[in-house]
């Protein structure tokens, strides 16, 4: 029998840019995630990490909700522009 973690209901990722000093308003939202703040290279930066993950987790047959917080970190690091 597989120890499959059960459904958490609503999963979400939350992309939080501190660097912003040009006083641009950077918002990027989508079904599962939110990305707020930044310069316009951060903001960038994060919403291509992002869907990125998100590209990875479907190729995997899983969902935000599915997968484990290690594996999530794992799928992140690989996703993030170097």
Do not use: C, W, Y
């Not at 951060?42 to 992002?50: F, P």
């Amino acid at each position: 029998m597989s120890k499959k973690r059960p459904k958490r209901g609503h999963s979400a990722l939350l992309g939080l840019g501190l660097d912003n000093d040009d006083g641009h308003k950077r918002f990027t939202t989508g079904e599962q995630f939110a990305i707020i703040g930044g310069s316009a290279e951060t903001h960038e930066r994060l919403t291509e990490t992002v869907v990125k993950t998100f590209e990875e987790l479907k190729q995997r047959g899983k969902d935000l909700s599915e997968v484990r917080p290690v594996e999530l970190a794992d799928i992140i690091k690989k996703a993030s522009p170097r």
